[in-house]
Antibody, heavy 121, light 106 residues
Framework: QVQLQESGPGLVKPSQTLSLTCTVS??????????WSWIRQHPGKGLEWIGY???????YYNPSLKSRVTISVDTSKNQFSLKLSSVTAADTAVYYC?????????????WGQGTLVTVSS | DIQMTQSPSSLSASVGDRVTITCRAS??????LNWYQQKPGKAPKLLIY???SLQSGVPSRFSGSGSGTDFTLTISSLQPEDFATYYC????????FGPGTKVDIK
């Protein structure tokens, strides 16, 4: 059973960089067949896809966030990470990591539990 | 960007009711449409993929239909554990979610 777990600071100051890591267990990021995604949910709101990375390191970002987002992968640790720069209060959200099939509907089949990141001074 | 809308935004229903939720895309997305269920404080759970395929382990009372721009999620007989928020998600171009439909107890 694949499991994902987000980790990182729960509080980030405005203008700084938000950094989160997702640790994958029960399966290898390097096995292929999946994208590894970040998704966020503003408090009481809907879901916003941020971007994904493939085990090879290729990435694809949401155009609305592209200028501020970097996703990286460390296959030796079976982890992938998110960096979001120049954050504001509008970036306060629950951040999820998720596994996404790289074909047949590009569905998100496994999710982390989510971590709340608050942007405040 | 492809915009997704859902209707209704919320509904009240009783156990045993048949519930239908509609999702509409701003342009044709073929069958690149998935449905998720989210309960408070939890991550979304995949229910339906490719518009009408039931994810493994999901009860058969859930079904999906549609193609192009109009899609529906149907719960044939609502159970107590089904009270939740439901989201559609398109994967035709980038990936966007609908605003959600909250199903609560009448």
């Amino acid at each position: 059973q694949v499991q994902l777990q987000e980790s990182g600071p729960g509080l980030v100051k405005p203008s700084q960089t938000l950094s989160l890591t997702c640790t994958v267990s029960g399966g290898s990021i390097s096995s292929g067949g999946y994208y590894w995604s970040w998704i966020r949910q503003h408090p009481g709101k809907g879901l916003e896809w941020i971007g994904y990375i493939y085990y090879s390191g290729s990435t694809y970002y949401n155009p609305s966030l592209k200028s501020r987002v970097t996703i990286s992968v460390d296959t030796s640790k079976n982890q992938f990470s998110l960096k979001l720069s120049s954050v504001t209060a509008a970036d306060t959200a629950v951040y999820y990591c998720a596994r996404q099939l790289d074909s047949s509907g590009y569905l998100f089949d496994y999710w982390g539990q989510g971590t709340l990141v608050t942007v405040s001074s | 960007d492809i915009q997704m809308t859902q209707s209704p935004s919320s509904l009240s229903a009783s156990v045993g009711d048949r519930v239908t939720i509609t999702c509409r895309a701003s342009q044709s997305i073929s069958s690149y449409l998935n449905w998720y269920q989210q309960k408070p404080g939890k991550a979304p759970k995949l229910l339906i993929y490719a518009a009408s395929s039931l994810q493994s382990g999901v009860p058969s009372r859930f079904s999906g239909s549609g193609s192009g721009t109009d899609f529906t999620l149907t719960i044939s007989s609502l159970q107590p554990e089904d009270f939740a928020t439901y989201y559609c998600q398109q994967s035709y171009s980038t990936f966007t979610f609908g605003p959600g439909t909250k199903v609560d107890i009448k």
